[in-house]
């Protein structure tokens, strides 16, 4: 699960970059030199206080630690580009450093977002970390969480949906058959997009070009990843756009039945679905939380007394959005 806008243990440290780890006391020591050698300064630590009664199916690993930090002095009069573009060297090199040792995972170094990754039944994984209980240390405002391992390529933690980068959280229910065309294109457009232990990673790279680096509105993202027909574009005034849109960045569209659902650096949530609808998504609320699932089962789970008529199913050509204020938005593609 990745969490974002924190409160509870983390709720006086929004403004600092914290750095979610699974590792060993070896990757411990390693990710502690390497911080202070880059100037950055510990200013919080949460533990969490792991229930370890027999029999759970869940291969913890030794040591999980979520640590906040100061940014290095230099960078007090910085831009938040700057900042940014250091989060995620910062991140990368852990990463390395850790895989490099077989010591350990860096899953995010973000302010005010914490992810927490493991292998085993989602139950126990709860158990183990004591998420059942309601003692007010780990709470957020917006949570995305996956409830299973990946399903296509071996069992890892890094391949376990939600995949996180800058601030943007995204993960799916399905299958993307351009995976390695994605990949070999998405390689050479930032060097935050490594890994690919899962084909639905693709899609966080692509959300997070098109928003992040090209700066472009969200309902450009279903454009890139579903593009309409040639034949569709003649009559539309934004033809030239999406003509252009079609012609160089061909190699991010998408294919197979999926849904995705993903979390903005602005604390949105958004979704959309493949181009043929093969994948189900659902999205419904109260007035205190607005939630996308998968299935409706979820939310008959996590919102049992909501107005079911009021539920939406987005189709195979729209993004639906959900800001801050739980205003659900629409875009036709």
Not at 6 to 12: K, R, S
Not at 78 to 85: D, G, L, T
Not at 115 to 144: C, Q
Request: aromatic residues 12%; charged residues 25%.
């Amino acid at each position: 699960m990745v969490m974002q806008d924190l409160y509870g243990e983390f709720a006086e440290y929004k403004d600092k970059p914290l750095l979610s780890l699974a590792c060993t006391q070896k990757g411990a020591k390693l990710v502690e030199d390497y911080m202070e050698n880059n100037s950055f300064v510990q200013v919080h630590e949460w533990i969490p206080k792991v229930n370890k009664q027999p029999g759970l199916d869940i291969k913890a690993m030794p040591y999980y630690i979520f640590r906040n930090y100061d940014y290095p002095d230099y960078l007090a009069k910085a831009s938040k580009e700057a900042k940014e573009e250091l989060l995620l060297s910062t991140r990368l090199a852990i990463r390395e450093l850790l895989e490099k040792n077989d010591q350990g995972y860096a899953f995010s170094f973000w302010p005010d977002v914490l992810t927490l990754k493991e292998i085993g039944d989602p139950r126990d994984i709860a158990t183990y970390f004591g998420l059942w209980n309601d003692s007010g240390e780990l709470l957020a405002k917006n949570i995305v969480v996956q409830c299973r391992q990946n399903t296509n390529y071996e069992i890892v933690r890094y391949a376990a949906h939600p995949f996180f980068i800058q601030g943007y959280t995204l993960c799916a229910n399905g299958e993307n058959t351009f995976y390695t065309k994605n990949k070999e294109f998405q390689k050479s457009l930032n060097k935050g997009y490594i890994g690919f232990e899962s084909d639905s990673q693709n899609f966080l790279y692509t959300l997070h070009y098109v928003l992040h680096e090209l700066k472009w509105p969200i309902k450009y993202y279903k454009h890139v990843i579903t593009p309409l027909q040639f034949e569709e574009l003649e009559n539309r005034p934004d033809q030239a756009a999406l003509q252009a849109i079609r012609q160089s960045l061909g190699h991010l569209e998408i294919n197979g039945p999926n849904t995705i659902i993903g979390m903005l650096p602005d604390n949105s949530m958004m979704t959309c679905c493949d181009s043929k609808k093969l994948r189900p998504v659902v999205v419904g609320g109260d007035e205190e939380t607005i939630a996308i699932s998968s299935e409706v089962c979820g939310l008959n789970v996590i919102l049992p007394d909501r107005d079911k008529t009021k539920d939406i199913y987005p189709n195979e050509r729209e993004v639906v959005v959900i800001n801050e204020e739980l205003e659900v938005q629409r875009w036709k593609q």
